[in-house]
């Protein structure tokens, strides 16, 4: 090559990381009670930050299933083909327990380690976390009908990955899939017109359609269904356990924005055989605890982004020279990475505070149980929303170096609005919200106890605090206020758990900003005085 193709200025490739090196994340796993599981997440980093795992997570993206309808003789088998990569994804995420390791082994912190690990491997490759989500979640909904736990819990509870279609005890593990939406209903459930017909023999016959069915392949769904006793959650196998082909039948892939490496499709049901579960009639109230912890996945994985987001930012401005001197010393730089920092530590706190709630409350703390009802909901809501920004800001750290596929965050960027329609998008959330405040009146009182754990630490946060509750109090058109009201009960929740548990210099910088102060429309409109190198420090890439 000519002299002119002299390669310079160029950043070095972002492996050889420790993902697990989050202070943040590190932070709330021990102040949970999940600090036993500390060895496991520096071994999961160790490969998170690795070459080999971002190869995995581009290749699976690059080559994406392939839905074969017919073998070559005609023979329908509704079968999805995945490139290796995304079966070496998926095979990580089972072995290190993401699926439902907490089922397994309930030690104190379980969920909270779990979450902290899904933290960590879905920003290697956020498309597979979506059948990890559904599995772990499965479970809490299959154990209100005793017998069906009996039978697949400890298939779903395994940590092996057992791709293929057989008979499930046939098979060394499951994975389970959500099938909820139809045509003409989508977030209103109710309205689904799917037929589930007695059987006779303690079985169903379903016969209707799916209008989007998350990972296809998967061994085992949950649906709904229109029984006799009004809307019901039944389980169908793929693979019935005489072996033969249920009656599912995909009738295409969905072309989708983002998550290109999982397969969403269409789905007829043609008198497919499924089994109840929880009563007739109670279809939603039996799905709902599977959609909460869903919901903490959606904002997990929301987290998970942005923290990928802000790392490849510093790592890039760290590294690149302009205008004489590297990109992160320059002022307005600074205070667009250390905002993207804030926001991504925000988010994190709070998600893993979610992930403790989950802990307390399944051992029976009602207090706890109440607080998640409520902030999940407003943190669904917010955090979810605030990915796609955070995701286009990090991206244009990177100028157009960031804009080609290359740098990993086009992907970046098409994924994120997914968690925030995925389990209810924007206007389903806040208004799960408010009806968690009318119908649950103790989960507001739990929401505010977290609050006033830190009155009189912060005077701006003190008024805040104040103001929100004179707010609530205001019932005029509250409906229509809703985005805002939730919105600022998201951001003030935020607020007191950096206070409590974060540095000065991110607590300062978020109640300065997105308290106290005008924030702006965009990123890095942080006010004078912030300690953006003590906050660039917890977000830059560590061995």
């Known amino acids: 090559m000519p002299h002119t193709h002299e390669v310079t200025n160029q950043v070095p490739l972002p492996y050889g990381h420790n993902t697990a090196e989050d202070p943040a994340l590190l932070a709330a796993l021990h102040r949970s009670g999940a600090g036993w599981a500390e060895a496991e997440l520096r071994e999961l980093g160790a490969l998170g930050g690795s070459e080999q795992a971002w190869e995995w997570g581009r290749l699976a993206n690059e080559h994406e299933p392939v839905l074969r309808t017919h073998d070559r003789f005609g023979h329908r088998i509704d079968e999805v083909e995945f490139h290796p990569a995304w079966h070496q ?27 902290a690990k899904f933290y960590l491997w879905s920003q290697v490759e956020a498309g597979h976390g979506c059948p990890v989500s559904m599995t772990y979640a499965a479970v809490p909904a299959l ?44 977030s209103d459930v109710r309205a689904n017109s799917t037929v589930a017909l007695p059987a006779g023999d303690g ?137 993207l920092a804030v926001e991504s530590e925000a988010a994190t706190t709070v998600a893993l505070r979610l992930a403790e709630a989950t802990d307390r409350s399944l051992a029976g703390d009602e207090g706890e149980a109440d607080f998640r009802r409520l902030a999940l909901a407003v943190t669904k809501y917010w955090v979810c929303k605030r990915g796609p920004m955070h995701a286009a800001e990090a991206l244009e750290c990177l100028g157009g170096n960031g804009y080609v596929e290359e740098s990993g965050l086009p992907r970046l960027y098409r994924e994120a609005p997914l968690v925030s329609i995925w389990e209810g998008s924007g206007n389903v959330a806040a208004l799960d919200a408010l009806r968690a405040m009318a119908r649950s009146p103790q989960s507001v009182q739990a929401y505010f106890g977290e609050l006033d754990a830190v009155a009189g630490a912060d005077r701006r946060l003190d008024q805040a605090v104040a103001e929100l509750r004179k707010e609530l109090g205001d019932l005029a058109e509250v409906e229509y206020r809703t985005r805002r009201l939730v919105e600022r009960m998201a951001v003030t929740l935020q607020a007191a758990l950096l206070v409590r548990h974060s540095v000065p210099a991110v607590a300062e910088a978020f109640i300065a900003s997105r308290v106290a102060g005008d924030h702006g429309g965009a990123f890095g409109t942080l006010p004078v005085g912030v300690d953006t190198e003590s906050i660039l420090a917890r977000a830059r890439m560590a061995g």
């Not at 899939?177 to 003409?184: D, F, H, I, L, P």
């Open 89 to 115: 994804l998926m095979t990580v995420a089972v072995e290190h327990g993401l699926h439902a390791a907490p089922w397994r082994d309930p030690r104190p912190g379980a969920h909270t380690a779990r979450a």
């Open 203 to 339: 079985s169903y016959h379903l016969t209707g359609h799916k209008w989007f069915t998350s990972a296809p392949m998967s061994d085992v769904f949950l649906t709904l269904a229109q029984a006799p006793g009004g809307l019901s959650c039944f389980v169908l196998p793929r693979v019935l356990p005489d072996g033969t082909r249920n009656g599912l039948r995909i009738q295409r892939l969905k072309e989708k924005l983002g998550n290109r490496s999982n397969a969403s499709a269409e789905l007829e049901y043609e008198e497919a055989v499924g089994w109840l579960v929880g009563e007739e009639g109670r279809g939603v109230r039996t799905i709902i605890e599977m959609v909460n912890m869903t919901r903490l996945d959606c904002t997990l994985g929301a987290a998970a982004g942005m923290r990928y987001g802000v790392q490849r930012a510093v790592h890039h401005a760290d590294h690149r020279r302009a205008f004489g001197t590297e990109l992160v010393h320059q002022p307005l730089m600074r205070n667009v990475l250390a905002d």
């Open 143 to 186: 154990r209100t009908t005793p017998a069906l736990a009996d039978w697949l819990e400890p298939l779903l509870a395994s940590p092996v990955y057992d791709f293929g279609l057989r008979e499930p005890h046939g098979k060394r593990g499951l994975i389970a899939g959500m099938s909820m939406t139809e045509k003409q209903g989508g």
